[in-house]
């Protein structure tokens, strides 16, 4: 028997108190969220410390913990090649574009494609390329969050997105980057410490030995321990190129990014990373272990597709190990999570909007910072609604696709630009459009032809004309493929020039925002 | 007439400011540091791509060699726990060097350069007394 799908005192409680304390940090933001560096950026006054938490809080989303660890109770090894390849995009973050956004940028990673080249073309490349990720893994969350509070507490899907969305809406409204920033860090705290909780009761359970439950795990389902990667490739080629996106996709992801912009320096630029990356680390053996741990405690009847389905392991466990207190506990925090991620998503999406789109290409760069804020305030509620509307339309995709989704696009349309603007003196406007519009149709469109859509979606009975699920392998060297020989073919000697002034501000931070 | 006089020392001051750029990009001192720093970066790196997809073409092609038993659990849950450790530790290292050295050198070659833009300025004050 399970309380899931009742809400209890503990949860409701426990949401009602995030939700107090969340719009008491946005009040007081708000005093303090008038000029654009403020709204985008929080006056880049965020510590390295804290910017390492926030950026934890924006990748460890509900798809994540709940997914991983459901994956990994329902599919075994699977959960952690995702876990593995979500992590190793952290130091690729940190190798290559951390710090380059940081001195080069002001608020947007189009800052940084733009700096050498002409602004209009590449801000408009660029900010569709924005729009995109944050459009699809908006879907993911808006989706998973709609299921996910639908199955926890009982309310309707509609009522759960319209809730998501309002609050949301209201964070990054009133609070921008200052808001949004803290709501993350709260949020990190909770589901590092829910996790961690969770972890020591199941350790517990098993007399604080892995050795027991893997052995306990292997008399379930010895299959579970070993790697299997048919479910989630459908060939050797296939595994790499999962792989591939899911390395280079973090490092592509708009609202990740644009955390870089509210740290004062480099420095603290580089600090964020190495305690992103810990904390992420932390996590991932977490729901490792909590994966493992529903494998071997919550019935398989409860983990079946038509029961409450896989995403639900981790609850589940938390009601059998802590009862129902904890399991409301755990289902606000999952509510948390979401919210964060979600307005983290908004504020690079509403950036683009009005940065790059607005004030970069209609205006020319020409905007007063009263009236920049008024159009990303303006942005803000128009995607929030947006995100809602898409929301309640995609019911029924498929959470993990849209993600996996995303972070193609991610890798593939914006990396590759980003890249060779900070480390190609040759690279051209010309160049930087032709590579983000080659990284965007080629993985969207490989993905339709895949049997991801192909098959699964459209149920098409004609074998997929395109046979791998990850289009990383192709669509990403793709893209650099193309940057490359549109720059070789149309010098563009202004932008060459600029790139004397691009090292010493790349390198030494000198002239840095 | 008011416009170009304008428009003619904005571009006298950016040709200023350029050739300003133009020493400190080749000042043997910054290329060797931007030498240094990639050189780590890069390396760190090519060991993580060589850890990440050696894991992965083991993953790909020999998954039988990750089934085997390590205690009561397997290879491949132990490699992977171990990409993510080094994942962390790569990041650490990186840190720790650009974090410590890397900063006060380039703030020893900004002072340096300051420096010399002053004297250089001084001795042009001179020259036009």
């Known amino acids: 028997m399970t309380t899931l799908g009742q809400p209890n005192a503990v949860s409701i409680a426990f949401f009602l108190g995030f939700i107090l304390v969340t719009l008491g940090i946005t009040y007081w933001a708000a005093k303090k969220t008038k000029s654009t560096s403020e709204f985008y950026a929080a006056d880049r006054s965020v510590t390295g410390f804290q910017n390492g938490l926030a950026l934890a809080g924006d990748f460890m989303s509900a798809a994540s913990f709940l997914g991983i660890a459901g994956l990994v109770a329902t599919g075994g090894y699977s959960g952690l090649i995702y876990s593995v390849g979500y992590l190793v995009g952290w130091p690729i973050v940190l190798f290559l574009v951390a710090e380059p956004l940081r001195n080069l940028g002001k608020y947007t990673f189009a800052d940084v494609v733009a700096y050498r080249l002409k602004q209009r073309p590449i801000r408009t490349a660029a900010a569709i390329g924005t729009i995109i990720t944050v459009v699809l893994y908006l879907i993911a969350q808006m989706v998973g969050a709609g ?16 809730g998501v969305g309002v609050l949301m809406i209201l964070y990054v409204l009133f609070g921008g980057m200052l808001a949004t920033t803290w709501v993350q860090i709260i949020k990190a705290v909770l589901l590092l410490g829910g996790a961690t909780v969770l972890v020591l009761l199941v350790m517990n359970r098993f007399g604080w030995s892995y050795n027991n439950l893997f052995r306990e795990v292997a008399g379930i389902n010895p299959k579970l321990l070993s790697p299997d990667t048919t479910k989630v490739a459908t060939s050797p080629l296939d595994v790499f190129s999962l792989m591939l996106g899911l390395m280079f996709g973090t490092a592509g992801l708009p609202h990740i990014l644009m955390r870089f912009y509210t740290v004062p320096d480099a420095s603290q630029a580089r600090k964020s990373v190495f305690y992103a990356t810990g904390f992420i680390a932390y996590f991932y053996v977490l729901t490792f272990t909590i994966g493992y741990g529903a494998a071997a405690l919550v019935s398989a009847k409860y983990l079946a597709k038509d029961s409450f389905g ?122 930087a459009v032709a590579s983000i519009v080659t990284g965007l149709i080629l993985s969207v469109v490989l993905i339709v032809l895949s049997p991801t859509v192909w098959t699964d979606v459209f149920h098409l009975t004609s074998a997929p004309p395109f046979p791998l699920k990850s289009p990383a392998i192709f669509s990403m060297p793709a893209a650099f493929l193309v940057g490359i020989v549109v720059s070789l073919l149309k010098p563009e000697p202004e932008a060459a020039e600029k790139f004397e002034s691009e090292l010493l501000r790349t390198y030494a931070g000198i002239g840095a925002e | 007439m008011g416009t170009l006089l304008f428009f003619s020392f904005g571009a006298m001051m950016s040709m200023i400011e350029k050739e300003v750029v133009h020493k400190v990009v080749h000042d043997p001192e910054f290329l060797a540091l931007i030498k240094k720093k990639n050189a780590i970066s890069f390396s760190l790196m090519a060991i993580m791509l060589l850890v990440y997809f050696g894991f992965a073409a083991l993953l790909a092609l020999s998954p039988q060699t990750l089934a085997k038993p390590i205690g009561s659990a397997t290879l491949g849950i132990a490699l992977g726990i171990g990409v993510i450790l080094v994942a962390c530790v790569l990041t650490g290292i990186y840190v720790r060097w650009a974090n410590t050295e890397y900063d006060s050198l380039i703030q020893k070659l900004n002072a340096r350069l300051a420096e010399k833009q002053l004297t250089e300025k001084q001795a042009e004050e001179t020259h036009h007394a």
């Open chain 1, 147 to 162: 299921q996910l509070v639908e199955l926890m507490f009982g309310l309707s899907y509609s009522t759960a997105l319209i």
């Open chain 1, 310 to 431: 896989s995403n639900m392991a981790a609850p589940l466990l938390a009601e059998i190990l802590g009862g129902a207190p904890f399991l409301g506990f755990l289902s606000a925090v999952a509510f948390a999570t979401i919210l964060a991620v979600v307005a983290g998503l908004t504020l690079a999406g509403a950036s683009a909007l009005s940065h790059d789109l607005y004030v970069g290409v209609f205006r020319n760069g020409e905007q007063s910072e009263k009236d920049e804020v008024r159009v990303a305030r303006i942005a803000t509620v128009v995607l929030g609604v947006l995100a809602v509307l898409l929301g309640l339309l995609f019911k029924s995709v498929n959470v993990a696709f849209m993600v996996g989704l995303a972070f193609a696009v991610a890798a593939s349309a914006n990396f590759p630009a980003l890249l060779m603007s900070v480390f190609w003196k040759k690279f051209t406007t010309g160049g």
